[in-house]
């Protein structure tokens, strides 16, 4: 069994919806070593200082994509936007969780259109959450417009090596940082960020003024490896190794600290894989230009319906991706690269 697995496990069962993070962050801190001082600052991040002056930076992310509730009609149906990059075509028929109360996203089902209709995908503005209920004052006794609804997605394990769920993207970060803090004896400053699907916020407050060196990013991205006749257009493949990206959006990654990263985990028989080409971004984008700048290069989960809430990754990657980590953590701290 993965010990990574065994952290996500432990993880995957909270819930942590951007601006909800409270509850996820309370198991962190009880999953970290007792001998650890964690700072907890105004907006809810969590860093962990193992060492004095640390230049070098591990980032994981708290939070998870959703919806929130814009307002409440008439007949009772739930008016929302999402948070984080869910795409309505990944919404319609989803079962949606809030605090009081579940539901279903609804819009016009495809047996009821016709023509060109039938080839669009419905806008999240033609689709209601339905939690049951007739009218407005009936809803709103559950429902209230500014709450949170996160995907129904529980962790479950199939085949010999797969795993599906939701969120897989904090679940992997954190479960990262939290295995690195227990098992080795790397000095670094480890966060713990909220609001990463508000535009990064969590993590510009905690980098604000800080001067590291060098950053390490942990995420999880889409890896589009499901076209068995067009192959060829896979950003990255479930069970060939963590994947480290030489670019992802508008982050180009510190090159040598990518090129060290194949190098030694090629040298040392580790399975890893590069990404060919990918719109996802993280924290990176942020962490690259804070204070005089940071050398950043990231680790990523290849995942399958990344951000849908029935997402898919494989077990064998993420003991990969734990030991590519360590790699990259040893070579920056050991002055090897000054």
Do not use: W
């Not at 060829?232 to 600290?257: H, I, T």
Request: charged share 25%; hydrophobic share 40%.
């Amino acid at each position: 069994m993965s010990e990574i697995f065994d952290i996500i496990k432990q993880l995957s069962p909270i819930d942590s919806v951007t601006g909800s993070e409270q509850a996820f962050a309370q198991k962190i801190k009880e999953i970290l070593p007792k001998d650890l001082a964690v700072n907890e600052d105004k907006l809810g991040n969590l860093t962990v200082l193992r060492g004095e002056g640390n230049r070098l930076l591990l980032a994981a992310h708290m939070d998870e994509p959703g919806i929130i509730v814009t307002s409440v009609k008439e007949n009772g149906r739930i008016k929302f936007d999402v948070i984080g990059k869910v795409e309505p075509i990944s919404l319609f028929g989803k079962k949606i969780r809030f605090k009081n109360a579940v539901g279903a996203v609804e819009c016009v089902p495809p047996h009821l259109l016709s023509g060109d209709a039938l080839s669009k995908i419905p806008k999240i503005s033609d689709m209601t959450a339905d939690i049951g209920c007739s009218s407005k004052d009936e809803t709103e006794k559950y429902v209230l417009p500014g709450d949170v609804g996160v995907f129904d997605g529980k962790l479950t394990e199939f085949g010999a090596d797969m795993f599906c769920g939701k969120g897989f993207g904090r679940l992997f970060s954190c479960a990262m940082l939290l295995y690195l803090l227990n098992n080795t004896d790397i000095k670094a400053d480890f966060l713990f960020s909220v609001k990463n699907n508000a535009d990064f916020a969590g993590v510009k407050g905690a980098v604000f003024g800080k001067k590291y060196s060098s950053a390490l990013v942990f995420s999880a991205v889409e890896s589009f490896d499901y076209r068995s006749k067009d192959k060829e257009k896979s950003v990255c493949a479930l069970s060939e190794g963590g994947a480290v990206p030489f670019k992802c959006g508008n982050v180009v990654f510190d090159s040598e600290l990518c090129r060290k990263a194949f190098e030694l985990s090629e040298k040392s028989g580790i399975k890893i894989q590069p990404v060919s080409s990918s719109k996802d971004q993280n924290s990176s984008a942020v962490l690259q230009t804070a204070g005089g700048g940071i050398r950043v290069a990231s680790v990523l989960l290849p995942v399958r319906n990344n951000c849908s809430g029935r997402e898919t990754a494989a077990k064998s990657d993420l003991d990969s991706a734990k030991e590519i980590a360590m790699l990259i953590c040893r070579y920056i701290t050991s002055g090897e690269n000054k």
